[in-house]
């Protein structure tokens, strides 16, 4: 549901920068999305669409970049690979784990024209 | 339209007063394409009629450009904002967080009660609809305001940067903020807040923490309340409990029941614990303040 106002943020910086290098219609987007964010992609992309419309990134590709998600078990102070937010640690078995990597959602470059 | 919350597009009303923001965008959402395509009369493909107006083979006339940007940065920007306000001034503030029906409303009355002999208390309220919550609050003699978010899911930094404005709480008060009903999206947006609290009453599943676990990993503290129905129901706390903490090991839990009063008070130290914390750290930015003008007056009388 909040993919909506995600897509508004994410197309605020895209005006903004589109603006500023005064360009005539962005045509890609890079999004970094970490495993552990709370953001569905599929969703991002329907609305980015729809907030995009009739402005300077109308019709843009968003390129996804997905980031691994990675957490530090606080048992035994490795860093070990999450695909939760939940997880057990391979090597101790403990459910301490506090993910670290994995939670952006950025904007990373565009391309302009 | 919030220019950081899409979702409450023209809906986000304060206590019935429509929200209108200084820039007015509107984003209709048709699906007309006005732009033109460069391309040359009769279909020709036209490679000089970029912005460069030239071609180089192998050079396209589109360029990559940096941004390296969160995509909340700018509810993050109001949310720094609200939070330098809060800090300056020693309010502690706390972001109530949970399902409709935990019993949200419920607590912070009770919360209030507890607490509003020693504290100024003020309360935003987070609807899609009504202000029936905002008016269970200023029953208890504490302002409250009602931010209706129409469509929207959650409230995000700028409504409460305008509820700041229309509420004006005092010095070293605590403030709390009762976030729309919903474990999905608040989970997201920073408010300014200093803790977001999670609520879990034991009607639901002990595996909620797990459905949603973007929530309780985001909150500090989770109550779980209606602790007083525990003998009647198969609901095990000790369960819900672990399974939060697998999500966030951090968590601070206290079991409470704010209909019966059972852990309440154990819950409201810890709230005035923090509130005396954040007093504590405004003397002494203050006196750190104090010592740096004396020792600049002392330079100055020096010359």
Not at chain 2, 73 to 81: G, L
Not at chain 2, 159 to 185: Q, R, T, W, Y
Request: with cysteine; net charge negative; hydrophobic share 40%.
């Amino acid at each position: 549901m909040h993919e909506m106002s995600l897509a508004e943020g994410m197309l605020q910086l895209v005006e903004e920068t589109a603006r500023r290098e005064q360009a005539q219609r962005v045509k890609t987007i890079v999004l970094e999305i970490g495993q552990l964010s709370s953001v569905e992609t599929s969703a991002l992309e329907f609305c980015f669409a729809a907030v995009a419309a009739g402005g300077l990134a109308d019709g843009a590709r968003l390129v996804i970049v997905d980031v691994p998600g990675a957490g530090r078990c606080l048992s035994c102070g490795r860093t070990v690979a999450m695909e939760s937010l939940f997880g057990v640690c391979p090597d101790c078995g403990s459910h301490r784990l506090q993910a670290t990597a994995g939670t952006e959602m950025r904007v990373r470059e565009m391309e302009i024209e | 339209m919030c220019t950081v919350c899409g979702c409450g597009e023209g809906e986000t009303r304060i206590d019935g007063v429509a929200h209108v923001h200084e820039d007015g965008t509107v984003h209709s959402h048709t699906h007309e394409h006005g732009h033109d395509h460069a391309h040359g009369s009769g279909g020709d493909l036209d490679f000089g009629a970029g912005p460069a107006h030239a071609h180089v083979p192998g050079l396209s006339q589109s360029r990559m450009v940096r941004i390296e940007q969160d995509i909340l940065a700018k509810n993050n920007t109001y949310a720094a904002e609200n939070r330098r306000y809060f800090d300056e001034r020693g309010i502690f503030v706390l972001n109530l967080v949970s399902g409709p029906g935990s019993g949200k409303t419920t607590l912070l009355v009770k919360t209030i009660e507890l607490l509003r002999d020693r504290v100024a208390i003020a309360v935003v309220e987070g609807d899609q609809q009504t202000s029936n919550d905002a008016e269970c609050i200023r029953a208890t003699g504490v302002p409250a305001l009602q931010i209706n978010t129409g469509k929207g899911c959650h409230l995000d930094g700028h409504m409460v940067g305008h509820a700041l404005e229309h509420l004006k709480p005092a010095d070293g008060s605590l403030f709390l903020i009762e976030n729309v009903g919903n474990l999905v999206c608040p989970a997201a947006f920073d408010l300014g807040e200093h803790h977001k609290v999670a609520i879990l009453s034991v009607t639901e599943g002990e595996d909620k923490p797990l459905k949603y676990p973007d929530m309780f990993r985001a909150a500090d503290v989770m109550l779980l309340n209606k602790c007083d129905l525990l003998p009647h129901l198969d609901f095990d706390a000790d369960l819900a409990e672990a399974n939060a903490r697998r999500v966030n090991p951090d968590l601070t839990v206290f079991r409470v029941s704010a209909a019966r009063g059972e852990g309440m008070s154990a819950w409201a130290d810890w709230v005035a614990a923090g509130l005396a914390a954040q007093g504590a750290r405004r003397a002494e930015s203050v006196d750190a303040l104090k010592a740096r003008i004396a020792e600049l007056e002392r330079q100055l009388a020096a010359r």
